[in-house]
């Protein structure tokens, strides 16, 4: 290993921090300062930081440990209680705009035949729309009072199940890149480690779930979840062919439930914070080709963004009209799911690994990131001022909904921690 890389990640540390930190001052994601800071101070403007194996290699491991720690922060039960209506919402919120995608690349670039690489570059797209990032959404419904409704609950849950689905969807669109795999095949390994995933999982969970009652709260915890996250990654890919991202949200659901789920979660932050996140988002910035922008790639990147951004309000506003919601509810419900972020991102930087995207092609994502980031709050704001009464008989915890918050744990309770973690 040269000893450059050592500033290459100086260079990233810093740059991303500051730029994340500038990004959250202007109301935008911290991952837009990030990838911004990544584009700046790689190869297609100041020219510091080049693309590397070593550097792919770290934003992999970083890309894992984010999805570890949403399947960490899934909450089983709530997805439970949500049951039918927010699954039906969520499966429209990702076939509508996996058609709208793939419908747009084969219309806009002349793709004529459903074979071929063509047709699977433009599913891809598809795939990309897929995804959800809910945390703007539930930050302005925070906000606003509305977040524990019955519309910011049915919010919530459909985003997480989206993202669940639109992984699996990612898994069958990346088994079609090779093409020795059938369909059928694809399907074949899909379903096979899944179903081993259930029940091997079900065996992990109740040896964590009694290890966690003889050493509660050590470091032991955090350290054998993370070897599970790594294992499960390992397996998925090497003996399904299934996306190691897939593997690693497995494994944060396997222990989301466990009592512990939460400080294993906090611990995997701290890697993913200081080192491997911002690598990982600086990563998409210098991977990101500008040189090849042109008018076509241009008005493609806007059209990107609207088809993304209409069909999540078509798609999840239609089935939540089905599913009994008022009109002006089914518009929220819609609109509160047009956020992008990191899954968008993570399934592009995939899909650039395995060449089913370009590199140029990472603009549209970042552009849809921002535009949805802006616009889903000013219209969530928007509906309920023009529909106040639609929620707020059903919120009943007063205007910030704080006081149906669940409490916090006490102030000192993590200071024990390290003293436990030297058992």
Same mark, same amino acid.
Request: charged residues 15%; proline residues 3%; hydrophobic residues 55%.
């Given at each position: ?8 990640? /100086? ?9 994340? %930190? ?15 800071? +990544?584009?700046?101070? #790689? ?7 080049? #693309? ?6 770290? /934003? =992999? ?8 720690? /949403? #399947? ?11 049951? *039918?209506? $927010?699954?039906?919402?969520?499966? !429209? ?41 809910? #945390? ?8 606003? +009072? ?21 992984? %699996?969807? *990612? ?32 065996? !992990? ?22 070897? *599970? ?22 494994? +944060?659901?396997? *222990? ?34 500008? =040189? ?11 059209? !990107? ?44 930087? @995939? ?6 995207? @370009?590199?140029?092609? !990472? ?28 929620? %707020?008989? =059903? ?26 973690? $030297?058992?």
């Amino acid at each position: 290993m040269k000893y450059e890389v050592f500033l290459d990640l /100086a260079l990233i540390i810093i740059f991303a921090k500051v730029f994340g %930190i500038l990004a959250r001052k202007v109301k935008a994601p911290q991952v837009v300062g990030e990838i911004v800071a +990544g584009l700046l101070i #790689g190869p297609a403007v100041l020219g510091w930081v080049q #693309g590397s194996e070593f550097l792919a290699t770290m /934003a =992999e491991i970083g890309v894992v440990l984010l999805m570890f720690s /949403a #399947g960490l922060e899934t909450d089983l039960r709530q997805l439970a209680r949500s049951g *039918l209506v $927010a699954t039906l919402i969520a499966c !429209f919120g990702v076939a509508v705009p996996m058609v709208g995608g793939t419908a747009l690349y084969m219309t806009y670039y002349g793709v004529h035949t459903f074979s071929g690489e063509g047709f699977h570059e433009a599913i891809f797209i598809g795939c990309i729309m897929t995804a959800t990032s809910v #945390g703007i959404t539930v930050e302005s419904l925070r906000e606003m +009072g509305f977040l524990k409704g019955r519309v910011g609950t049915t919010i919530l849950s459909a985003a997480i199940i989206d993202d669940i689905i639109g992984i %699996i969807v *990612l898994t069958f669109v990346l088994g079609l890149k090779d093409e020795s795999l059938s369909p059928l095949t694809t399907i074949r390994n899909t379903a096979l480690f899944f179903a081993c995933a259930f029940l091997l999982g079900y065996v !992990f969970y109740r040896l964590f779930k009694k290890y966690d009652l003889m050493h509660p709260h050590t470091r032991r915890i955090p350290i054998a979840g993370l070897a *599970l996250c790594l294992l499960i990654a390992y397996s998925a890919e090497k003996f399904f062919g299934i996306a190691d991202i897939t593997g690693a949200f497995v494994a +944060g659901i396997i *222990l989301c439930n466990i009592r512990d789920s939460k400080y294993i979660a906090e611990k995997m932050d701290i890697n993913s914070y200081m080192l491997f996140g911002p690598v990982f988002f600086a990563s998409i910035g210098i991977n990101t080709s500008i =040189e090849t922008m042109n008018v076509k790639l241009l008005i493609f990147s806007i059209l !990107f963004v609207i088809v993304a951004m209409v069909a999540k309000i078509i798609g999840c506003g239609a089935m939540a009209r089905v599913c009994r919601f008022k009109w002006s509810e089914s518009l929220k419900i819609g609109c509160g799911m047009m956020t992008r972020g990191e899954v968008a991102l993570i399934i592009s930087n @995939k899909g650039l690994g395995v060449g089913l995207m @370009k590199a140029n092609y !990472f603009t549209a994502v970042i552009l849809l990131i921002i535009v949805s980031s802006i616009v889903t709050p000013i219209a969530l704001k928007l509906c309920w001022n023009r529909w106040p009464d639609a929620d %707020i008989a =059903e919120d009943g915890d007063g205007a910030d909904g704080s006081a149906a918050a669940p409490a916090e744990a006490p102030a000192g309770a993590e200071a024990a921690a390290p003293a436990e973690a $030297a058992k």
